[in-house]
């Protein structure tokens, strides 16, 4: 990638990180209460959601490594973040990332403890290789359904559809290059997809994380131009094996 061009995405992510302040979904809908039971807010001291995540063992979550300021606990087990309590809330003992200036945007939380996998909480699969094309996939969030829209509390879900990745590579061309290991998906001219503060959460295809959410275009939820932009998980599996056989 050409040096200006990292740097400009780095910077990108790092405002992405700083601005998110509510994870937000474009003409999506609630989930249903006994979906998606992996998600994770990510929140601060004060108890704001600052990201989304998801759990991917009973004691790590993945997320996005410009999510790492500020952060100081997840939340798991509900979908509601007007009911969270002690039970559901559970610190975070380290993070393990590669260099986001290399356009590695991805991040494994260490959690202070196992928490239980019940009718509440579950753990979601990751792929175990690079995925196919997919048609039909989902991302989820809590927080504004429009831009510069009110935050919400509730779990918000939409459908997306991936977008060949040499495609998406021309319409970015014009803001700079995309870092190597990314998806795209939704955004562009389909009005669904993510906005600032969504990031963090998966990207989900039959029924398993593949992306993780990363960054669009400078805020624009109306999506009149390029598609949204995932760290493909695949890309990372033997990194996220070795980070937890660390703790095994």
């Avoid at 319409?171 to 389909?190: E, M, R």
Wanted: glycine share 10%.
């Amino acid at each position: 990638m050409h040096p200006l061009h990292t740097c400009l995405l780095f910077h990108l992510l790092m405002y992405l990180g700083r601005s998110a302040d509510g994870s937000e979904i474009i003409n999506g809908e609630l989930a249903p209460e006994n979906s998606m039971l992996y998600m994770a807010s990510l929140q601060d001291s004060n108890g704001h959601h600052v990201c989304g995540g998801f759990l991917i063992r009973e004691d790590f979550v993945l997320t996005a490594a410009h999510c790492d300021p500020g952060i100081t606990h997840v939340v798991l087990g509900t979908h509601d973040l007007k009911s969270v309590n002690d039970d559901n809330k559970i610190p975070i003992e380290t993070h393990f990332h590669k260099s986001l200036r290399s356009g590695n945007d991805i991040m494994l939380l260490k959690l202070s403890r196992k928490v239980s996998l019940n009718g509440r909480v579950e753990t979601i699969p990751l792929p175990t290789s690079e995925m196919t094309k997919q048609d039909a996939c989902q991302v989820a969030g809590w927080g504004a359904i429009k831009t510069d829209g009110r935050a919400v509390d509730d779990l918000r879900v939409v459908d997306v559809s991936i977008i060949n990745l040499e495609d998406c590579k021309k319409q970015w061309s014009h803001l700079g290059n995309l870092p190597a290991n990314v998806i795209c998906a939704g955004g562009d001219k389909t009005g669904k997809g993510f906005c600032q503060g969504d990031t963090g959460g998966p990207l989900v295809c039959n029924g398993k994380a593949v992306g993780v959410v990363s960054f669009n275009d400078n805020e624009n939820c109306n999506y009149p131009n390029v598609p949204n932009v995932y760290t493909d998980v695949s890309k990372y599996l033997t990194w996220i094996d070795d980070v937890l056989k660390l703790d095994e």
